[in-house]
């Protein structure tokens, strides 16, 4: 079993920074493909961006790219998501999740993809 805690979250204004974390238990992290997601208020949650088990392979969903980055520190068992010109629009609770299973030739957008959730992060942003 798999533990995930997010932390990090806030109240920012818009064109601020913020930076959440994702912590993982056990051992195992650095064989996780890792994502975050994310559900606004109101709306159903949504992919934000993938990272591979080493760290050298990412992707973005088309709305975050350019101003959010993902990534990884497996010897600290620690994802990461800096979130820059953050916009009203990024409000939304922020999840990460572990997916144990390789997928060939998946971009790992898809929910049923990940195993593993934690319990999100709220993140606010103010106009």
């Known amino acids: 079993q798999v533990q995930l805690v997010e932390s990090g979250g806030g109240l920012v204004q818009a064109g601020d920074s913020l930076r959440v974390s994702c912590a993982a238990s056990?051992?195992?992290?650095?064989?996780?493909?890792m994502g975050w997601f994310r559900q606004p208020p109101g709306k159903e949650r949504e992919f934000v961006a993938t990272?591979?088990?080493?760290?050298?392979?990412?992707h973005y969903a088309d709305s975050v790219k350019g101003r959010l980055t993902i990534s990884r520190d497996n010897a600290k068992n620690t994802m990461y998501l800096q979130m820059n010109s953050l916009k009203p629009e990024d409000t939304a609770n922020y999840y990460c999740?572990?997916?144990?299973?390789?997928?060939?030739?998946?971009?790992?957008?898809?929910?049923?993809?990940?195993?593993?959730w934690g319990q999100g992060t709220q993140v606010t942003v103010s106009s």
């Open positions: 056990g051992r195992a992290f650095s064989t996780y493909v």
């Open positions: 990272i591979s088990r080493s760290g050298a392979s990412t």
């Open positions: 999740a572990a997916s144990v299973r390789l997928y060939s030739g998946s971009s790992y957008e898809r929910e049923n993809e990940y195993v593993y």
